[in-house]
């Protein structure tokens, strides 16, 4: 373990200080910033397996997986390999390749509902297809998000919005058009009632309601007993269709998604993160008679010049295939519930009131002994103390996601001496605050 008063992050603070000159805020993403913890962030530069080094040398323990995509450990020898020889063959077609069909094969036959596939390049891009296509096929223009769910930057779901418009408590972003919002209904997470209420109040306006099942851009929200099903049979009586955001829980939480693991089927699914296996890809799918609305299919325009790039297609193989390995996700759901466990566990008894939980190689803690079951309740976390948490860990060698609103991740990589080291740190740390 570092211990802290080793820990020295001169040359991180140089190249952000830099950064800050070039870029806004200095980075490409808002979260990563360290805005909402205090301190500057580290600059990494290299990974590898369950770790980081940063630019000063110092080595992390990695619980942010690249935002998810690292569930086999970072930079697998495997996937390495298989990009390696896909690159001798070039970087970009921008035509047809085997390389699309292997994983849309694979991603219908691991999710549920997906019966075609359409490749894009990031989730934001998946979720503002999904969206123009939920209209497409319905004819109808409004939707129903839940607040604190993230399903990327466009326009239409900057309301309310997870992620870092949370992490940063963002009022709805200036340079959305007013228009573009006014078909985006909000109902908070886990409230059938509140979903139910919109519907009678807009018959026949609604095309359908997207969600993330399971919740880890509000910090990790599971959905209460019911509430799928329950969504499932609201959206099948009032003509609308249900999109799961599996972006984050897809191949997380389950091979096949929240869509496997809770046994409800949505209409449509959009996709990300692990599918790439750390290249940048999107997906969204579903019932075939939907996806027929798609152009050059149908009528419903979306296109890429960089979509199904060979690179990240086989990145994405090759992580599909490490997951199809027997007791993969037993394994990541064994790890994460010691980590979770543990670092409840230590919380507790250094006299702070947490909660928390885990499924599968997805987990989350609040500073807030109250049940989080939306994210009015998640903003209950004491964010004072969850920075002074994150700080402490970090001099310590353990890399978190720096903010309360985003979930954990670990991966195949993680073993039980990491995750044993992480929650003595934290003894440490709960003690400090
Ligand atoms: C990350 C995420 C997105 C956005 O994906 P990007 O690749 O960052 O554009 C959308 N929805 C969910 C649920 C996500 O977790």
Known sequence: MVSTSSFKTTKSEEIFTNAQKLMPGGVSSPVRAFKSVGGQPIVFDHVKGAYIWDVDGNQYIDYVGTWGPAICGHAHHEVIAALHSALEKGTSFGAPSLQENILAQMVIEAVPSIEMVRFVNSGTEACMSVLRLMRAFTGREKIIKFEGCYHGHADMFLVKAGSGVATLGLPDSPGV????????????????????????????????????????????????????????????????????????????????????????????????????????????????????????????????TLSGNPLAMTAGIKTLELLQKHGTYEQLDKITKRLTDGLLQAAKDAGHSVSGGQISGMFGMFFTSHPVHNYEDAKLSDLTKFSRFHRGMLERGIYLAPSQFEAGFTSLAHTEEDVDQTISAAKEVFASL
């Not at 191949?251 to 996709?271: K, M, N, S, V």
């Not at 599918?275 to 075939?288: K, M």
């Open 177 to 304: 058009p007013k228009s573009t919002t006014t078909s985006t209904l909000t109902a908070p997470y886990n409230d059938l009632e509140a979903v139910k209420a919109l519907f009678v109040q807009n018959p026949d306006e609604i095309a359908g309601v997207i969600l993330e099942p399971v919740v880890g851009n509000a910090g990790f929200i599971v959905p209460d007993a019911g509430f799928l099903e329950g969504l499932r049979e609201l959206t099948k009586e009032y003509g609308a269709l249900l999109v799961f955001d599996e972006v984050m829980t897809g191949f997380r939480i389950a091979y096949g998604g929240a869509q496997e693991r809770f046994g409800i089927t949505p209409d449509l699914t959009t996709l990300g993160k692990v599918i790439g296996g750390g290249l940048p890809v999107g997906a969204y799918g579903g019932r075939a008679d939907i996806m027929a609305m798609v152009a050059p299919s149908g009528p419903m325009y979306q296109a890429g």
